[in-house]
């Protein structure tokens, strides 16, 4: 069955774009690994237009209600492996089977890297993981690591302090980044211990995380810790739609109508090259991409 969009995703521009396409009673569905993106990893969110406060897990469940109203078709934990153009008809191949669309929207937004040290695979989901506001609850009264120095390892430092009994943060630059008002927050807690300049060197422990080892200021240390959050930064999800243009980034390039170098493929939100990554912008850049959808689409008939 030929669809006549099919949206990739389902964080805050994939769920923006369902909607209008619903809207406009087109004949679509959502492929997705998960629902929510990374609006449902955020901590605190308090510059969403209409929200003064609510937590990122809080919004994303708003989006979720909101395209769920519709009754709109989701593939869930369905990932996208291919993309391919067949004259007017783009397929898009998962791991379960292929869908075919006259259109299709790629909102599959961003993906954690990895340290790529020793440990990390064996432990992986067994003390470490990548989403404090998923997985930070688990570790209640016990002692972590959050690798990294932005505003995504600041953000889960804010989150993990109220839970956990002892907070380090492991940072491999000379200072941290992020936010000055974060910062502070931080380095102002007597729970929060912040190592900077700070290299991981492996990832220790049996069955589950025991310890990190680092070496800092020229000497290796341990340190104890019973759960690790890797907060290093995002990578875009776009390996899998090797048609299409990218930046050194691997950031989709798209022009102000949302439309990528193969006719009838658009993007939208972090995937994309556009420079500033929230969620407000992903949103509205996900309603861009389904009007410049729906155009083409109207073309073609």
Known sequence: MAY???????????????VYAARKKMNFIV???DIGGQAAWSGDVENYTGYQFVTGPELAAKFEEHMRAYGITVKEQEEARELIRDKAVIRVRTERGEYEARAVII?????????GVPGE??????????CATCDGPLFSGKSVAIIGGGNSALDAALQLVKIAKKVYVINNMPKLGGDHVMREKIESNP???????AAVLAITGENMVAGIKVKR???????????????????????FAGIIDKNKLGEIKINSNNETNV?????AGDVTDVPEKQIIIAAGEGSKATLGAFKYISRMR
């Open 4 to 18: 006549d969009l099919i949206v990739i995703g389902a964080g805050p521009a994939g769920i923006t774009a369902a």
């Open 31 to 33: 492929i997705t690994g």
């Open 107 to 115: 909102a599959s937004g961003k993906v954690s890297k990895e340290l």
């Open 121 to 130: 695979k064996e432990f992986k989901n067994k003390g470490l993981t990548y």
């Open 191 to 197: 729970a929060v211990q912040v190592l900077n300049g």
């Open 217 to 239: 200021l020229d000497k290796e240390e341990m340190i104890p810790v019973e759960g690790i959050f890797v907060e290093i930064g995002l990578i875009p999800n776009s390996k």
């Open 263 to 267: 006719p009838g493929v658009f993007a």
